[in-house]
């Protein structure tokens, strides 16, 4: 069973960040790039799989439950959990978490990309949490913050998917993976990516494409602060 699946995601639900599509647009656009399973992964929200994977399934696509759950000013992306993971403040929260819920997935999103959001040491410290590491879209021939990321994922052993971590509509397949599963589900999917039955899609970007993009997303956190301010009052 072949599964393309994009696992970093984001949308409009997103209540800590300024995204200007829905989910349900992202699932149009999922569609029509042949892209069949899909984790919404907003920023400190758990997506339920009740609220959403009935829409998804319209459209054909399996829906994974996730959050991008932000530990100790880190970001982590946590796949197929529960509601509990909103109670996650530590990494050792996190590693407990992992050891009473073996059927979740957690990457590693973007670690050693600049930024405070990045896990840089915390992914060497608490490797055993991770069942993969991200390989970001982000990146050019020349400017490729991804690559220490590869080194640790090869000297531990541990996947290295693509995704791509969309914030605007036109990355949505800037980055995804194609896994041969024994099942189309999300067990089935998991087990492929931890035997390394998966391949990445993904290519390097034009110097000006990633300038275009920063851009765009300086910008975008005026709305995000907005919003921000409009949910707080």
């Not at 339920?48 to 998804?56: N, V």
């Not at 829906?63 to 100790?72: L, V, Y």
């Not at 069942?131 to 990146?139: G, Q």
């Not at 390097?204 to 494409?209: D, G, I, V």
Request: glycine fraction near 4%.
């Amino acid at each position: 069973m072949t599964i393309r699946a994009l696992l970093h995601l984001h949308a409009s639900d997103d209540q800590k960040d300024f995204i200007p599509f829905s989910f349900e647009r992202a699932l149009q656009e999922a569609q029509n790039q042949h892209i069949n399973a899909i984790a919404l992964t907003c920023h400190d929200l758990f997506t339920e799989k009740e609220k959403y994977s009935e829409l998804a399934q319209t459209y054909g696509i399996l829906f994974i439950s996730g959050i991008e759950k932000i530990i100790e000013g880190k970001d982590v992306v946590i796949l197929n959990g529960d509601a509990l993971v909103m109670d996650i403040k530590t990494f050792e929260d996190l590693r407990t978490y992992k050891r009473t819920h073996p059927n979740c997935f957690i990457v590693a999103p973007h670690p050693y990309f600049p930024g405070g959001y990045s896990l840089k040491h915390k992914l060497e410290e608490y490797k055993d949490c991770f069942d993969a590491i991200e390989l970001s879209w982000f990146y050019s021939k020349s400017i490729d913050f991804n690559k220490k990321a590869k080194l640790f994922a090869e000297q531990h052993s541990i996947p290295y998917i693509a995704t791509p971590d969309a914030h605007r509509i036109q990355q949505l397949c800037a980055g995804y993976i194609i896994a041969e599963a024994f099942e189309f589900s999300e067990l089935g999917l998991f087990d492929a990516i931890k035997k390394q039955k998966y391949k990445n899609v993904t290519e390097p970007k034009k110097l000006y494409q990633l300038i275009s993009y920063w851009i765009i997303f300086l910008f975008s956190q005026i709305g995000k602060h907005k919003k921000t301010r409009k949910t707080l009052s």
